[in-house]
């Protein structure tokens, strides 16, 4: 699962990147946001990024989305 790090304002390179449509802008934040539901955790994302603005982490490492895909 791919989760986004504390860096700074985001630049959208990852957007687009997702094939499973889990990569948003989000207003709020004015940052790319990652929904966790429905992530992969394929890695695309982290390799379009050159701020390394995002990781990879296992999905068991939260317990809400243990059962998640
Ligand atoms: S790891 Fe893959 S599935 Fe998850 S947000 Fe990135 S591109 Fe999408």
Redesign the pocket.
């Known amino acids: 699962?791919?989760r986004r790090r504390k860096v700074g304002p985001g630049c959208g390179e990852c957007l687009g990147?997702?094939?499973?449509n889990?990569?948003k802008y989000e207003v709020t934040i004015d940052k790319p946001n990652?929904d966790h539901l429905s992530?992969?955790?394929?890695?695309?994302?982290?390799t379009a990024c050159s701020r390394n603005a995002i990781n990879?982490v296992g999905r068991k490492t939260l317990p809400g989305l243990v059962n998640a895909w």
Do not use: V
């Open positions: 699962m791919a990147r997702c094939h499973f889990s990569l990652i992530c992969f955790g394929c890695g695309l994302c982290m990879l």
